[in-house]
């Protein structure tokens, strides 16, 4: 496995960063993670892009242009031999003192790891409970910022481990439902399509917003609107989408049974959908 560390590939034992960095001592930076499908990266311009806001949010300059890091993650799936594969691109504050002040350090670390892997969660249906753990607000730490600071999923996660199902779903501090861990939500009732909106506490998903185009191409009313509880209990279909998940069925919530532990059409419509188009958006690896 080579991997590519500020400016050169090195071997996986060789890829080593300092323990001043300030992505190790204190969450400070930024990341992506991206998949290629048959030899495209899919939504790579998308993802550069939400990378260099994520940076720009947090006043984190990169010493690349994103023509250079498309060639980045690019070259990273060439030296790997890759054609199918996740990607993980990492861009940290850099090396500085203990003390917090960012303006120590003066240039950011930059790495990118790719490697084959299936869907996260699988292609079957998963069990999910709602924690106790609520999602940061707004005005505390934006989720839209996807920073290396996940204690926040982190903590959610151990709850779903304890409670031995598959995923946790956080709530926000009013008590709206508004993502997954790792992922975004969706909730069918009636043939609407639901998913929370924007401004709330979630994480803008590239996944989300291809299967929401999806969904309308398919005639699908898509609303984005606030979930509660009881609009997750009493969905006729729901399912979860990201990059790592790909497109998930959740068969059950807090041990309320959704659509009898089976796929419904819409998820599986779009799930074909999704299918079809992956290697069709993006950028090919030449």
């Given at each position: 496995?080579k991997?590519?560390?500020?400016?050169k590939?090195?071997?996986k034992e060789?890829a080593k960063?300092?323990?001043?960095?300030?992505g190790l001592?204190?969450g400070?930076?930024?990341?992506e993670?991206i998949?290629?499908?048959d030899?495209?990266?899919?939504?790579?311009k998308?993802?550069i892009?939400?990378l260099?806001?994520?940076a720009?949010?947090?006043c984190?300059?990169?010493p690349l242009?994103?023509?250079?890091?498309?060639?980045?993650?690019?070259?990273?799936?060439?030296?790997n031999n890759?054609?199918?594969?996740?990607?993980?691109l990492v861009?940290?504050?850099?090396?500085?003192?203990?003390g917090l002040d960012?303006r120590?350090?003066?240039e950011?670390?930059i790495f990118c790891?790719?490697?084959?892997?299936?869907?996260?969660l699988?292609?079957?249906?998963?069990r999910?409970?709602?924690?106790?753990?609520r999602r940061?607000?707004?005005?505390?730490?934006?989720?839209?910022?996807?920073?290396?600071?996940?204690?926040?999923?982190?903590?959610?996660k151990?709850?779903?481990?304890?409670?031995n199902?598959?995923e946790?779903?956080?709530?926000?501090?009013?008590g709206?439902v508004?993502e997954?861990t790792?992922?975004?939500?969706?909730?069918?009732?009636?043939g609407?399509?639901?998913?929370?909106?924007?401004?709330?506490?979630?994480?803008?998903g590239?996944?989300?917003d291809?299967?929401?185009?999806?969904a309308k191409?398919?005639?699908?009313?898509?609303?984005?609107v606030?979930?509660?509880?009881h609009d997750l209990?009493t969905?006729?279909?729901l399912?979860?989408?990201g990059t790592?998940a790909?497109?998930?069925p959740v068969?059950e919530?807090?041990g309320r049974v959704?659509?009898n532990k089976?796929?419904?059409?819409?998820?599986?419509?779009l799930?074909?959908?999704?299918k079809?188009?992956?290697t069709?958006?993006?950028i090919?690896?030449?």
């Amino acid at each position: 496995m080579k991997i590519y560390l500020n400016g050169k590939f090195v071997s996986k034992e060789e890829a080593k960063i300092s323990v001043f960095d300030h992505g190790l001592l204190y969450g400070d930076g930024v990341f992506e993670g991206i998949r290629a499908y048959d030899g495209v990266v899919f939504m790579l311009k998308e993802h550069i892009d939400r990378l260099y806001d994520s940076a720009k949010s947090i006043c984190l300059d990169i010493p690349l242009t994103k023509e250079e890091m498309i060639d980045v993650v690019i070259n990273t799936l060439k030296e790997n031999n890759l054609k199918d594969a996740y990607i993980r691109l990492v861009v940290t504050r850099g090396v500085g003192d203990l003390g917090l002040d960012p303006r120590k350090c003066k240039e950011p670390t930059i790495f990118c790891i790719a490697v084959p892997m299936e869907p996260l969660l699988g292609e079957d249906g998963i069990r999910a409970i709602t924690v106790s753990v609520r999602r940061l607000p707004v005005d505390v730490l934006n989720p839209a910022v996807k920073s290396l600071n996940y204690l926040n999923s982190i903590l959610a996660k151990i709850q779903a481990n304890y409670a031995n199902v598959d995923e946790a779903f956080l709530l926000d501090d009013k008590g709206f439902v508004v993502e997954g861990t790792g992922d975004n939500i969706f909730v069918v009732k009636n043939g609407v399509l639901k998913t929370p909106p924007e401004y709330q506490s979630i994480l803008k998903g590239i996944t989300r917003d291809v299967v929401i185009e999806l969904a309308k191409e398919e005639g699908i009313e898509v609303r984005e609107v606030p979930l509660t509880l009881h609009d997750l209990y009493t969905a006729d279909e729901l399912f979860i989408t990201g990059t790592a998940a790909e497109i998930v069925p959740v068969f059950e919530v807090d041990g309320r049974v959704i659509n009898n532990k089976k796929v419904g059409e819409i998820t599986k419509k779009l799930r074909e959908k999704f299918k079809e188009i992956r290697t069709k958006r993006g950028i090919k690896i030449q």
